[in-house]
């Protein structure tokens, strides 16, 4: 009926679904027929737009993750910023790589996150949000051993690979995580890297030692909170 | 199937696509954005309504139209369209122009089931007959007939307004 590009087509070039040759076929098409140009354009623009777009939906079973941009992560970590510089690092909390990325943890009633130090109190059906300060691109993670003695990743939301953070100034993990109802102490380690590093190794040494070692490349935050009932 | 599903990944790759088709379909952020709550929640609890033999793509087309039309057909969501004056159908409109949106939505919740999907793949989608065909899981020829089907309602609609 007509020789334009149909929106699915347009969506499994965007999903990566389509074979090279497909989608080098369809892109030579768009850059020919202003229609479907401006179609793409525009399925690449919500696409992107999509991603501002806070989500809370219940992905795993025992912790829920949601996603928001940057610029909207930022705005609850320059609030979290604001009043951790006034807050001096408690004791169980300790910060690794002096002139490194600064790394922040805040934490509370979804909406309305406060910073966390170590040994402050937090409740299942919180949320907790890692941000961070760095001049420089960088990967991170989020890891947790929790007072069941179990470790989970928080960021990513999922596989073995650590999050891009890209250089910035009071910004968010691309991820956020709604906490269960297992009560204790509960390890949280925010891990900033030069490098892309597996998660593993960071796993297997929180889940063996409580704590994570210094590394080269990396800056870490290790923050122990006390999980309570509300 | 199902087992080991990545709602999660489905959502971030293909979330975008959930809406905005739920968007163009009912014509209300809220109501795709409940669309989108409503598809993936449902992933995670019955990931295996996704049997994974066909393209994510695919199957999240079939699952965003059906949900949608489903919605359309609650009665009051039919009683708005109802009241609702269908534009004249003509059949050589470009797909995607937004007159064929909105005539397409304004008919969809008397149309067949089978007939709304159609219509919303070819002219909300502009789909080919092919792709339509794919996601419907039938033949080219069928999707031909119920297109060419759906004209005569549509010209029988116009006619008897």
Not at chain 1, 12 to 31: G, I
Not at chain 1, 98 to 104: E, F, I, N, S, Y
Not at chain 2, 98 to 118: K, Y
Request: charged share 25%; hydrophobic share 45%; with cysteine.
């Amino acid at each position: 009926m007509n020789d334009h590009i149909s929106d699915l087509r347009w969506d499994r070039l965007l999903a990566d679904e389509l074979p090279a040759d497909q989608r080098t076929s369809a892109l030579a098409h768009a850059d020919g027929c202003a229609s479907c140009g401006a179609r793409y354009r525009e399925l690449l623009a919500g696409q992107g737009a999509f991603k501002l777009r806070p989500v809370q939906i219940p992905f795993a079973p025992r912790r829920s993750r949601w996603w928001w941009s940057a610029p909207i992560g930022a705005l609850a970590a320059a609030a979290v910023l604001v009043l951790v510089v006034t807050r001096k690092p408690a004791e169980g909390e300790r910060t690794k790589g002096a002139d490194k990325p600064a790394l922040l943890l805040s934490a509370g009633r979804p909406g309305a996150l406060v910073p966390m130090m170590g040994n402050d109190a937090i409740h299942p059906g919180d949320s907790l949000q890692a941000g961070y300060t760095a001049k420089t691109d960088g990967f991170g993670a989020v890891i947790a051993l929790d007072g069941a003695n179990q470790v989970l990743t928080y960021v990513p939301a999922s596989g073995d690979a650590m999050v891009a953070l890209p250089a910035g100034t009071d910004r968010s993990f691309p991820s956020s995580t709604l906490l269960d109802d297992v009560l204790g102490k509960e390890t949280i380690a925010i891990v900033w890297c030069e490098v892309a590093q597996p998660l593993a190794p960071f796993v297997a040494e929180l889940r063996s030692t409580n704590t994570l070692a210094d590394r080269d490349g990396c800056t870490i935050r290790i923050v122990v909170l006390d999980k309570a009932a509300r | 199937m199902g087992a080991g599903l990545d709602v999660e990944g489905l959502y971030r790759k293909y979330g975008h696509s959930v809406l905005r088709r739920a968007r163009q379909i009912l014509a209300s952020d809220d109501e795709a954005g409940e669309i989108l709550q409503e598809i993936f929640v449902g992933l995670v609890a019955r990931p295996e309504q996704f049997e994974q033999r066909s393209a994510p793509s695919t199957f999240l087309y079939a699952a965003t139209t059906n949900a949608c039309l489903a919605r359309l057909r609650d009665r009051k969501n039919r009683l708005r369209l109802i009241d609702e004056q269908v534009k004249p159908w003509t059949t050589d409109i470009d797909p995607r122009s937004a007159d064929a949106a909105l005539m397409v939505r304004g008919v969809l919740a008397q149309l067949s089931e089978e007939e709304a999907r159609a219509a919303v793949y070819y002219h909300l989608d502009g789909m080919t007959h092919a792709e339509i065909a794919e996601v419907l899981g039938c033949s080219r020829r069928h999707v031909g007939d119920l297109l060419e089907r759906l004209g005569d309602r549509l010209a029988a609609r116009k006619d008897a307004s």
